[in-house]
């Protein structure tokens, strides 16, 4: 059974910076994709960013590009989201999400939700305007 806990969520000031951070318990982490997802009150569970098993392919929604970054480092079996420029729009719950083992292809399959089969409990974030 893979577990997923999230940590690094908080109160934080428009254009400000948070880290999430994702650990993930197995000896299996490198071989799954990794990914954040995001949900806001009153919305869909919405797609933030990916990462691949070797990192070669990264993805962003576009309301995040540039802002944010992904990684992961797969001997501590952790994935980090950093949060820079922070608006108030990215106030929500963040999700860590995983992959069953193998691999995953292309940017569509990374982006859905239904791709993972792992998920954390979630932790907020909160950007005051």
């Known amino acids: 059974q893979v577990q997923l806990v999230e940590s690094g969520g908080g109160l934080v000031q428009a254009g400000g910076s948070l880290r999430l951070s994702c650990a993930a318990s197995g000896p299996t982490f490198s071989g799954r994709t990794m990914a954040w997802f995001r949900q806001a009150p009153g919305e869909e569970r919405k797609f933030v960013a990916a990462i691949s098993r070797s990192t070669y392919n990264i993805y962003y929604a576009d309301s995040v590009e540039g802002r944010f970054t992904i990684s992961r480092d797969n001997a501590k079996n952790t994935v980090s989201l950093q949060m820079n420029s922070l608006k108030s729009e990215d106030t929500a719950v963040y999700y860590c999400?995983?992959?069953?083992?193998?691999?995953?292809?292309?940017?569509?399959?990374?982006?859905?939700?239904?791709?993972?089969?792992?998920w954390g409990q979630g932790t907020q974030v909160t950007v005051s305007s």
């Open positions: 999400a995983g992959s069953s083992v193998g691999p995953i292809l292309g940017a569509n399959l990374m982006m859905r939700s239904t791709t993972y089969a792992y």
